[in-house]
């Protein structure tokens, strides 16, 4: 069996699809339609609208299994996210890469195969629209392009999911994206016992940069602000743009010492920037920091409140 290897941006595919929070939600009409129609015009006895994570390929809709999720080194889905072409398997079987693949082997006893990757912003494949057989089947060229119609719709529902949580300057989360998120982190921490952190961050003199630069270089420095971010802290950490010039991460596992370090860390990256970057103003933020544990019982929101109060009083007494 050949296991499948990893895309090459694979880093930025599961970022992406961390922020995209669809993991692990409950099924939706709006995915299920594609893969009822999928089923119904093929003639298939399944049809996925399969997500790869790390470890494991997660079915967002799934008709014909009894089972949510496969590992992801027996999926044929961890192939077809290779590339963006359609990845068909016409006999598994006879298929040197996996006709020893327990799939094949044992039950749904996998023969054919026909998957079209879902492209999500721009260049990251997170999944695919897929149709499965227990027989062998020849899949022609206007077969293909009719299931490759069939994924554009379910692209058009993860783009819409990533549009409603996603901050359209900066491309990192919203407020609404950011609750969401930081939300299942909160409550990961909490079962597992384990401290966490929320900063509320202020991009300090915002307004001087607006009024001396114009606001398309305002727009640049938010940018390039939440850039920063995105390489400074870690890939389970949850941040968000969600005012004009306010910012927040939350931080699992992370207690008010470890933050505090994040955060000096991130003001070297930012002092970095400032010596390299050629511009006629300095990046600068400030911050207030709320912290927790299992027993602590806060919401986001409230954690949310308690880092802003905190961040206002820390300036009003500097």
């Not at 949580?165 to 998120?181: A, H, P, Q, V, Y």
Request: hydrophobic content about 40%.
């Amino acid at each position: 069996m050949l296991r499948p290897t990893k895309p090459e941006n694979e880093r930025k595919r599961l970022s992406n699809l961390r922020r995209l929070a669809i993991l692990d939600t409950d099924p939706e009409e709006r995915f299920d339609r594609v893969t009822r129609l999928a089923r119904r015009i093929f003639n298939v006895p399944i049809a996925l609208v399969s997500i790869v994570d790390e470890n494991r390929q997660w079915f967002k809709s799934c008709f014909g299994l009894p089972v949510s999720e496969t590992e992801r080194d027996v999926s044929f889905c961890g192939h077809a996210i290779l590339g963006t072409d359609p990845f068909v398997v016409e006999d598994a079987s006879q298929d040197p890469r996996f006709a020893d693949n327990p799939l094949v082997e044992g039950d749904p006893y996998v023969r054919f195969y026909a998957g079209i990757p879902l492209v999500y912003d721009e260049d990251t494949v997170l999944g695919t629209l897929c149709i499965i057989d227990d027989k062998p089947r020849e899949f022609s060229e206007e077969e293909i392009n009719d299931l490759v119609d069939l994924a554009k719709m379910a692209e058009s529902e993860l783009r819409a999911s990533h549009n409603a949580e996603i901050d359209e300057l900066t491309k990192i989360s919203n407020r609404r994206g950011f609750i969401k998120l930081a939300d299942k982190a909160l409550n990961y921490c909490k079962c597992g016992n384990y401290p966490y952190s929320l900063a509320f961050i202020d991009l300090d003199k915002f307004k001087v940069i607006n009024d001396n630069f114009g606001h398309k270089e305002g727009d640049a420095a938010l940018i390039t602000f939440a850039n920063l971010m995105y390489k400074s802290f870690r890939d389970m950490d949850v941040f968000a743009r969600i005012g004009g010039d306010e910012f927040v991460i939350f931080m699992a596992g992370s207690t008010e010492v470890v933050a505090k370090t994040a955060l000096n860390r991130f003001a070297t990256v930012i002092d970095e920037y400032n010596s390299n970057s050629g511009k006629d103003y300095q990046l600068a933020f400030s911050y207030g920091l709320a912290t927790g544990n299992a027993h602590s019982g806060s919401s986001v929101e409230a954690l949310i409140d308690e880092a802003d109060r905190r961040m206002y009083e820390k300036k009003r007494d500097t």
